[in-house]
């Protein structure tokens, strides 16, 4: 499965988000994957971490950004 196949399938392409705080939005960002059960809630905060740890790192293109850690931080492989 693609990386955008997952994103399609488990509704997680959100528009028009407005929020101010970056970590508020990975974890929003986070919710859909999280509702599916692609990743656990303690991934979100892995992110967070990263981000405060190595910096952002993670845009994909102008107006784009996929936010991550390692996998091992709570991605559910056997659903992939």
């Not at 499965?1 to 994103?7: A, G, P, R, V, Y």
């Not at 971490?49 to 936010?67: K, M, S, W």
Request: net charge negative.
């Amino acid at each position: 499965m693609t990386i955008k196949e997952l994103l399609i399938e488990a509704d997680a392409i959100q528009v028009g988000v407005v929020e101010s705080d970056w970590q508020r939005v990975i974890k929003l960002a986070a919710r859909p994957l999280e509702a599916k059960g692609f990743i656990s809630t303690e991934y979100s905060q892995a992110v967070i971490d990263n981000t405060l740890n190595h910096g952002a790192y993670y845009v994909f293109d102008e107006g784009i950004a996929i936010p991550h850690a390692r996998p091992e931080c709570g991605v559910r492989p056997q659903l992939l």
